[in-house]
């Protein structure tokens, strides 16, 4: 049969559910969590959130800043150095002030759903013009100096380039950047992904940087966070600037 579209209303607001069919064919079964859903509240309307959803935070309710994940997983952040709301590309979105704010999730809470991966794809809506200091981490896991490391997504506040670093401590070793400079004060949508064919950067759903290194990212005992990173245990490479609707799929999405 053909995949359907599911749409189902609540006092919540509408969702929109796109299944995927592989239609009885060899390996049926593995096509089918590369279906999505998309929110739609008085409060936000989310990003399609496609395959295997790992985080999904609209970060707006009623105009005001939010922590609650959207997806299935439920992991709700914790807003550090009191960040503020900001007009995002739907709703709300978080201001960031380059030097104490920033978003995180334990690594006993959520961890475990950005580990060990050998596909995924994280990405998130930008804004900025100064970017911090000589980074501006927009999504990570990673400790940079004990290197207990997953992954790395964040600009270089120099050239505002951006630059996904996917880490194992072995064959995953490089990082793959864009070309766009994105110091600007627009938004744009930065997405890191690694596949089996390697790692890529798309800026505004235009590939960008591609490299052929692939594994299986590392179980790192570090905090997830948005807007920074880790060194030693403390936070640090804050962003300066605005981001809305971060995510993080267990899927290597195509553009």
């Given at each position: 049969?053909?995949?359907?579209?599911?749409?189902?209303?609540?006092?919540?607001?509408?969702?929109?559910?796109?299944e995927?069919?592989?239609?009885?064919?060899y390996?049926d079964g593995?096509?089918?969590?590369?279906?999505?859903?998309?929110?739609?509240?008085?409060?936000?309307?989310?990003?399609?959130?496609?395959?295997?959803?790992?985080?999904?935070?609209?970060?707006?309710?009623?105009?005001?800043?939010?922590?609650?994940?959207?997806?299935?997983?439920?992991?709700?952040?914790?807003?550090?150095?009191?960040?503020?709301?900001?007009?995002?590309?739907?709703g709300?979105?978080?201001?960031?002030?380059?030097?104490?704010?920033?978003?995180?999730?334990?690594?006993?809470?959520?961890?475990s759903?950005?580990e060990?991966?050998?596909?995924f794809?994280v990405?998130?809506?930008?804004?900025?013009?100064?970017c911090?200091?000589?980074?501006?981490?927009?999504m990570?896991?990673?400790?940079?100096?004990?290197?207990?490391?997953s992954?790395?997504?964040?600009?270089?506040?120099?050239?505002?380039?951006?630059?996904?670093?996917?880490?194992?401590?072995g064959?995953?070793?490089?990082s793959v950047?864009?070309?766009?400079?994105?110091?600007?004060?627009?938004?744009?949508?930065?997405?890191?992904?690694?596949?089996?064919?390697?790692?890529r950067?798309?800026?505004?759903?235009?590939?960008?940087g591609?490299?052929?290194?692939?594994?299986?990212?590392?179980?790192?005992?570090?905090?997830?966070?948005?807007?920074?990173?880790?060194?030693?245990g403390?936070?640090?490479r804050?962003?300066?600037?605005?981001?809305?609707?971060p995510?993080?799929?267990?899927?290597a999405?195509?553009?």
């Amino acid at each position: 049969g053909k995949s359907n579209t599911i749409y189902a209303g609540t006092a919540s607001g509408l969702s929109v559910i796109q299944e995927k069919q592989s239609h009885a064919n060899y390996g049926d079964g593995s096509d089918e969590s590369n279906g999505s859903v998309k929110y739609y509240t008085k409060d936000y309307i989310s990003e399609e959130m496609v395959g295997d959803i790992r985080g999904m935070w609209p970060l707006s309710a009623n105009g005001a800043i939010s922590m609650s994940d959207a997806s299935v997983k439920a992991d709700t952040l914790t807003n550090n150095g009191t960040a503020t709301a900001v007009t995002g590309v739907r709703g709300a979105g978080v201001s960031l002030n380059g030097s104490s704010q920033y978003l995180s999730c334990t690594d006993a809470a959520c961890g475990s759903q950005f580990e060990s991966l050998s596909a995924f794809t994280v990405g998130a809506w930008i804004k900025t013009s100064t970017c911090g200091g000589t980074w501006g981490d927009i999504m990570s896991k990673a400790d940079v100096t004990t290197l207990s490391f997953s992954f790395l997504l964040e600009l270089n506040c120099s050239s505002g380039i951006p630059l996904f670093y996917p880490y194992n401590g072995g064959s995953l070793v490089s990082s793959v950047s864009g070309n766009t400079n994105l110091l600007d004060g627009k938004w744009h949508f930065v997405v890191g992904q690694l596949t089996s064919a390697g790692s890529r950067v798309y800026v505004d759903g235009k590939l960008e940087g591609s490299i052929s290194e692939t594994g299986t990212t590392m179980n790192s005992t570090t905090n997830f966070s948005i807007g920074a990173a880790y060194s030693s245990g403390s936070p640090t490479r804050y962003f300066n600037g605005s981001i809305d609707e971060p995510f993080v799929t267990a899927t290597a999405l195509t553009a």
